[in-house]
């Protein structure tokens, strides 16, 4: 499918504030100014914004412990982000969520999960919701390779089909649970299969390829509109970091080097730079305004008050 260039230069900045959000939380994580878990989203970068680029903002998106790409590919402030995983009061949850619980409804993101799997049932409760108001929003359940193995994963695509629901089913497949790789944990590697057989559509794309992922995401809504029920996107990535901030990573030798060549940022870039979409001095402008709302947004987070502990409790930090 042919997409427009200012769609293109739009996925590709959107790519690149992730990565550089996450590099700025990776160095303020190691100064010690953000504390608490933290799993980074570099190398996803395309799921993210290849599935989001297709959504409209009341579009509901269930997010995981890995979750800061998926905040901002649906639009969310990257300033109460940040004030968020420096736990202050004008964080997206009020500073009492930290990383793995960013929360914006106004914005269609239903929340981050601690728990592998936990998103991926509240997403049919939000999916069966549209459908019984009838309206056209869909739910957007992102989840991991680990996450399929666990038996919410069946229940709900047997549910969904059963129900006909507006629901699409995102596997960020980035090979690894925490520190164990795929081939260890998979009797067969063919998540696609386990969404067919339940009779629901599926998948599998180059989860490094923005483009790729945006035009199945885009069939898969288009589908889940019209009443059609749930699909699901098999996006095979990789996550270039260690699993969160506290474990080291113990991946072979080469893996991660073999990896980098395929980096969804470097290869978007180099591919709208040979087609003459971006020029490197649109580039370097980009770098430079993201460079300046990162240091809006970190000066934001410290000057914010921290919050009232008693305050969680009240009935706004309950809903």
């Known amino acids: 499918m042919g997409l427009r260039a200012e769609k293109r230069k739009s996925m590709f900045g959107r790519m690149l504030l992730i990565r550089r959000f996450e590099e700025e939380v990776k160095k303020l994580y190691q100064e010690g100014r953000i504390v608490g878990a933290i799993h980074l989203y570099i190398g996803q970068e395309a799921v993210a914004v290849g599935v989001s680029s297709g959504l409209k903002k009341r579009d509901y998106v269930f997010s995981t412990h890995r979750g800061h790409g998926h905040a901002i590919a649906k639009g969310c402030d990257i300033k109460r982000m940040m004030a968020e995983l420096m736990g202050r009061d004008t964080g997206l949850s009020r500073g009492h969520g930290g990383s793995m619980h960013l929360y914006d409804p106004a914005r269609g993101l239903m929340g981050g999960n601690g728990i592998v799997g936990g998103g991926i049932p509240l997403a049919l409760g939000a999916a069966f919701s549209a459908q019984y108001r009838g309206t056209d929003q869909i739910a957007v359940t992102f989840f991991s390779d680990g996450a399929a193995n666990q038996g919410v994963f069946a229940e709900s695509l047997n549910l969904a089909a059963l129900f006909h629901l507006p629901v699409i089913f995102v596997c960020e497949n980035n090979q690894y649970a925490a520190t164990t790789p795929v081939r260890r944990s998979f009797a067969k590697m063919a998540i696609a299969q386990r969404a067919e057989s339940y009779g629901v559509p599926a998948e599998t794309v180059d989860g490094n390829d923005v483009e790729a992922v945006h035009d199945a995401a885009l069939k898969a809504i288009r589908r889940a509109r019209r009443g059609e029920g749930p699909s699901l996107i098999d996006c095979e990535t990789y996550r270039l970091e260690p699993h969160c901030g506290i474990i080291p990573d113990q991946r072979e030798r080469g893996e991660r080097e073999a990896w980098r060549a395929k980096d969804p940022l470097s290869r978007y870039k180099e591919k709208l730079l040979a087609e003459r979409i971006l020029t490197p ?36 930090c309950l809903v």
């Open 281 to 316: 001095s649109k580039i370097e402008k980009m770098e430079k305004d993201i460079a300046r709302e990162l240091a809006k947004a970190v000066k934001f987070a410290e000057i914010s008050p921290w919050p009232d502990p008693e305050a969680a409790l009240h009935k706004e």
